[in-house]
């Protein structure tokens, strides 16, 4: 059931149960987790992902229940290189009340090693950070605006099938350019306004076992429109929908049911992505090195950069979108 919410509600009821479900092309959902009756087992996690054809930026924050974590990867897409680091912070005797202000979107993690801070700005998200022997051997600098653009978002939520007090939240912005500048070693990036796209992404959720995640994204640009793509498979009660859908020069279009195809533990072979009568054919194919997959493994956390190809007639039957030697990503995590 893909139910289109157009009214602003509350995540949770009074009763402390999600019994809301649906998506929506604008921020509706307000999360008023005070009255969830799950509240101190939240889990969020949030991820900055900026790329042009030079360079990709992926920043993740998993804000767990006692314990945060920054994850980081830089993928050199011109010379073939990547590089990526984490850190951990453990609360031992009180909850972890999030790092994120959600009322500002503002974020701060600091330790001995780096200084990450997320601000919210009258412009957009400024991202700035300092990372001290990032992989063991280089530094990495980052100085990034997050300018908004005119663009639909997907924001989906769902309870769990037998119990509603756990619940999934999904937000999917592809709704950003950027400038700025990246640094790592001795290679400088510069990120300009125009030829660079930035998306958001926020899970939120309560749930009562672990969940392998996957999800297929693009954001990038077909000649001089903006494109954007999310296929994943979604925790929680897919009879609510799912996160599939694609954005074309900032209106979402929501997909239904995707049939994807891999091979188990293989990273260097290609992913189809299929649905209906062609509606949707892609194969995404990884970047290889020497036979080896161009992709960053972060504790629990693996993302994997490489080329898109096929169509999407969902659009249009007669004229379908062509994919071709598109960059996309995908991301493999246990949460």
Not at 13 to 27: K, L, W
Not at 98 to 116: A, G, P, R, S, T
Not at 210 to 222: D, W
Not at 290 to 314: D, H, N, S, W
Request: proline letters at 3%.
């Amino acid at each position: 059931m893909q139910k289109l919410i157009t009214e602003k509600c509350n995540i949770f009821e009074s009763n402390g149960e999600v019994m809301q479900a649906g998506y929506a092309c604008s921020p509706v959902f307000k999360n008023n987790a005070d009255k969830s009756s799950t509240y101190g087992k939240h889990s969020e996690y949030k991820s900055y992902f900026v790329s042009n054809d030079e360079v990709a930026l992926y920043i993740l924050i998993e804000n767990l229940p006692k314990t945060a974590n920054v994850k980081i990867a830089v993928a050199d897409l011109k010379r073939g290189g990547i590089i990526s680091d984490f850190c951990t912070k453990h609360y031992f005797f009180v909850k972890n009340s999030y790092c994120f202000d959600n009322i500002k979107n503002d974020y701060i993690f600091e330790d001995e090693k780096i200084q990450l801070r997320i601000m919210s700005t009258s412009d957009g998200i400024y991202i700035k950070c300092d990372f001290i022997d990032f992989n063991g051997s280089k530094n990495l600098y980052v100085n990034l605006n997050l300018s908004p653009i005119n663009s639909d978002g997907l924001y989906q939520l769902a309870p769990f099938e037998r119990n509603r007090r756990y619940f999934y939240y999904k937000q999917f912005e592809p709704k950003y350019s950027a400038n700025g500048v990246i640094h790592v070693g001795g290679i400088e990036y510069k990120i300009e306004d125009g030829s660079t796209n930035a998306y958001v992404d926020t899970m939120r959720f309560s749930k009562p076992r672990p969940h392998n995640y996957q999800r297929l994204s693009a954001c990038t640009k077909i000649g001089d429109i903006n494109f954007a793509l999310c296929l994943a498979s979604r925790v929680g009660d897919n009879r609510y929908g799912n996160e599939n859908c694609f954005f074309i020069d900032g209106k979402l279009e929501k997909l239904s049911q995707i049939n994807v195809k891999g091979t188990s533990g293989r990273l260097d072979r290609p992913w189809y992505f299929s649905a209906g009568i062609s509606a949707v054919d892609i194969t995404f194919k990884p970047f290889t090195i020497k036979k080896e997959p161009f992709c960053a493994v972060m504790e629990k956390t693996t993302i994997i950069f490489g080329r898109l190809y096929g169509e999407l007639k969902r659009v249009d039957y007669e004229m379908p979108l062509v994919l071709d030697n598109l960059l996309a990503h995908m991301i493999f995590a246990e949460i």
